[in-house]
Nanobody, 116 residues
Framework: QVQLVESGGGSVQVGGSLRLSCAAS????????MAWFRQAAGKEREGVAF???????NYADSVKGRFTISKDNAKNTLYLQMNVLKPEDTAMYYC??????????WGQGTQVTVSS
């Protein structure tokens, strides 16, 4: 059973930074693909950042150079450092985990609001 709990969301001004965390209750956490998705109001959920079990990362073009995904296997925790935030980054952010890299388990989400 995979349980994911996000934290760290909030309201920030344009150009600011936030760090999201995701505490994962997964027996073999280090073997999982982990990711952050987001869903803005009225839009479909989209993948933001991905990290595979070997530590390789991949990012959506819209966040490259501004967001950094990382994980601490000793703490079973996933992070998303978000810098130079823009109004279009406003969304509910979800932590996700997958053993196969295709079927995802989800957290409950944490809201990020960027205001100008």
């Amino acid at each position: 059973q995979v349980q994911l709990v996000e934290s760290g969301g909030g309201s920030v001004q344009v150009g600011g930074s936030l760090r999201l965390s995701c505490a994962a209750s997964i027996y073999t956490y280090s073997n999982y693909y982990m990711a952050w998705f987001r869903q803005a109001a009225g839009k479909e959920r989209e993948g933001v950042a991905f990290i595979n079990p070997y530590g390789s990362t991949n990012y959506a073009d819209s966040v490259k150079g501004r967001f950094t995904i990382s994980k601490d296997n000793a703490k079973n925790t996933l992070y998303l450092q978000m810098n130079v935030l823009k109004p279009e980054d406003t969304a509910m952010y979800y932590c996700a985990a997958s053993y196969s890299g295709s079927s995802w388990s989800w957290g409950q989400g944490t809201q990020v609001t960027v205001s100008s």
